[in-house]
């Protein structure tokens, strides 16, 4: 039990400097950090919102707009529908959760019914397990009559869908802010939390994540108040220009190109006026519609359209080949930056309302690193005292085992990019008290072998073979909790429960393996005929 051989005494100790040296990177500054060598490991772990500060926000998907903008799709392709079977139709608009249109002429209706039976094709949910969900019933009447109903499961599935992707869009345009590890989550059904350490500017992460970001291209009928009076109803929208005050701008209903077509963009100055512009470029698919659309109507204003708004409506010159554009006006820096974002990022599928919002001072923060650092040193510097005055020199060991149990759960989370919140010190301090306890139950045996004469030696192989049972028991119970903990979970409570499973995990490793080693080589060299407890 205390013969180690010399590869097990190297391995050992070879992992404990591996894990001093993963740690050590998390009590460097940040241009201590930036002079070290390449080879040399940088890693340190994240600090969470409750530590650094940062924004907070709970966003809610707007299930009215999305359900509207399901019913206006569905009212077009009807309409596409039935131009394209020549089938002659009137009322065609929507009503409550449904589209509804009458066929004028009767003969006409079952023909009518197989081609709008067409738009109500199964959608599949998993490709898993296969489900298929219809989302729109349709519904056929006297008179020629026919409704198309969205159906309660549809729109579940719809909300869901909107949910899991807008945490992919948000994801994207958090990233390009240049922060670290934000936290992106569902709530419930239809609710996300995004949470951004170290971003102090909560307007601006509301403007990126308030804007659907629907960039589209269409031909432009006419500019200003006598145009918009004049507009034809049905074909056509008229759109406003964000300038002071904004310009009236009337545009085509449909669109020519869209953003989902866009491969990049970015801010830059125009070469002439040295103004904000944002540049953008098209994939092969959407250069190729550009350049026919542009060669097509030369002469005549583009309006560039984000979410409403017309960005500009410049007129084209000649054909564009190439598939990049440029778009001006009223931009500053940021603004031009911000929206080549969103461009990058790709837009929302639905509009998200802000539900709550709150912002997290850097001063509460350095409290919280203050308090929580303070509680970690009096707690650990309490335990210390009392194994070496309970213990005396064994007590030593398991100090100086305690660190290293320290050193390797801080070396673990930053070598996966962890981030440590205020739940997180509390779990590695508790994986602290968990390799005193194991410590404490070896010496209580060896103790007690000890009483009933045994010998050094002796007492201290059969202290460890008595207590490992018992401390694997104790330990494996930790880890089952701390995991059901860490799955069912969310945010803080995942941070907890996964400290506590490293510290719990390596304390095993620390108070049975590296004690036993250290003791084993005092023993070795020493020789003494009791233990000194």
């Not at 403007?207 to 589209?216: E, M, N």
């Not at 409290?367 to 707690?379: C, M, P, T, W, Y």
């Not at 701390?482 to 069912?488: E, I, K, R």
């Amino acid at each position: 039990m205390l013969y180690f051989s010399r590869w097990k005494l190297i391995a050992i100790t070879l992992t404990c400097l591996a894990g001093l040296v993963l740690a050590v990177p998390n009590f460097l500054s940040k241009d201590t950090l930036k002079s070290l060598p390449s080879w040399m490991p940088q890693r340190t772990m994240t600090l969470g919102l409750d530590l650094q500060g940062g924004a907070h926000l709970l966003l809610e998907v707007d299930t009215a707009s999305l359900v509207k903008d399901r019913l206006d799709v569905l009212r077009d392709d009807i309409r596409r529908v039935l131009r394209e079977a020549k089938i002659g139709y009137t009322g065609l608009g929507i009503s409550g959760n449904g589209v509804q249109v009458r066929v004028t002429d009767a003969a006409q209706a079952d023909n009518a019914a197989t081609k709008l039976r067409e738009l109500a094709q199964p959608v599949t949910d998993s490709v898993f397990t296969g489900t298929r969900i219809v989302d729109v019933e349709v519904q056929q009447q006297d008179g020629g009559l026919f409704r198309l109903q969205l159906t309660d499961a549809g729109l579940e599935y719809r909300a869901r869908r909107a949910v899991e992707q807008s945490i992919e869009v948000i994801r994207r345009r958090v990233d390009q802010l240049g922060t670290t590890e934000p936290l992106i989550a569902r709530q419930g059904s239809n609710r996300l939390l995004v949470q951004v350490p170290g971003l102090q500017d909560i307007g601006r992460l509301k403007s990126i994540l308030a804007q659907t970001a629907r960039l589209t291209f269409h031909m432009v009928e006419g500019v200003g108040p006598q145009a918009a009076q004049s507009a034809r109803a049905g074909d056509t929208d008229v759109l406003y220009t964000r300038d002071n005050p904004p310009v009236p701008v009337v545009v085509q209903r449909r669109a020519m190109l869209t953003g989902e077509e866009l491969v990049d963009a970015q801010a830059g100055f125009a070469p002439n006026t040295n103004e904000p512009i944002v540049s953008f470029r098209f994939n092969t698919s959407g250069a190729q519609k550009f350049a026919t659309i542009t060669e097509q109507n030369v002469g005549r204003p583009f309006a560039i359209v984000l979410d409403k708004d017309v960005l500009s409506y410049p007129v084209i010159r000649d054909a564009i080949r190439g598939g990049s554009g440029q778009i001006s006006g009223s931009f500053t820096v940021q603004s031009a930056n911000d929206l080549a974002l969103l461009m990058r990022a790709g837009a929302l599928p639905a509009n998200l309302t802000i539900v709550e919002e709150r912002t997290v001072g850097p001063g509460l923060g350095s409290d919280s690193i203050r308090a929580g650092a303070l509680a970690a040193v009096i707690g650990t510097a309490g335990v210390a005292l009392y194994m070496v005055l309970n213990y005396g020199l064994l007590g030593m060991f398991a100090n100086v085992a305690v660190v290293i149990n320290v050193m390797f759960t801080l070396a673990i989370l930053s070598s996966f990019g962890a981030t440590l919140t205020l739940p997180g010190i509390a779990g590695i301090v508790l994986g602290v008290g968990m390799a005193v306890d194991a410590n404490v139950l070896i010496y209580e045996r060896i103790r007690e072998e000890q009483l009933a004469g045994a010998s050094a030696i002796s007492a201290i192989q059969t202290g460890y073979q008595r207590a490992i049972a018992t401390i694997t028991d104790t330990n494996l119970t930790h880890v089952i909790a701390a995991a059901v903990l860490f799955f069912f979970g969310t945010g803080p409570i995942k941070g907890f429960a996964l400290t506590l499973i490293i510290g719990t995990m390596t304390s095993f490793f620390t108070a049975v393996t590296v004690t036993r080693m250290i003791i084993a080589l005092w023993y070795r060299y020493v020789r003494p005929t009791r233990v000194p407890l």
